[in-house]
């Protein structure tokens, strides 16, 4: 696999945790307003409550999105330790704030001191080439 396939995949990682993270928040938040209605019957469903369904599928979800993340994760992980053994600080720090962080050229230019976006293309050309040969 080459390095910027490798990197774009992790880019996308990293947009699904977060995705992820947002999922997880808004089935808490769907988890924490299922209320009971209280009128001291019981129900005739014989299977279990209202309440009782909604967080076992809610349950169900959280765990389909446990084993997603996992999977991102790790892709991550992976990605971070090459990027780690890259000597030259410059490199690493534009394959981390493009593919880690997805921040745009303009604002790596911006972060990095070039003077146009030519050269940080340029520059993460070359932390691609070294990271190939990590690979």
Not at 18 to 26: P, T, Y
Request: glycine share 6%; aromatic share 6%.
């Amino acid at each position: 696999m080459q390095a910027k396939e490798f990197m774009q995949q992790v880019r996308k990682a990293e947009s699904e945790l977060k995705l992820i993270a947002m999922k997880r928040r808004h089935y808490e938040d769907l988890a924490a307003s299922i209320g009971v209605k209280l009128t001291g019957m019981p129900s005739g469903s014989g299977g279990g409550s209202r309440v009782e369904t909604a967080a076992v599928g809610l349950t169900i979800l959280t765990s389909q999105l446990t084993e997603k993340e996992k999977e991102y994760a790790a892709l991550v992980r992976k990605a971070e330790k090459l990027i780690d053994k890259i000597p030259q600080e410059k490199f690493r720090k534009v394959l981390t704030l493009r593919y880690l962080c997805g921040i745009s050229w303009r604002s790596i230019q911006d972060e990095m001191a070039y003077n146009d976006e030519k050269s940080v293309y340029r520059c993460n050309g070359y932390a691609l080439k070294e990271l190939q040969k990590l690979m």
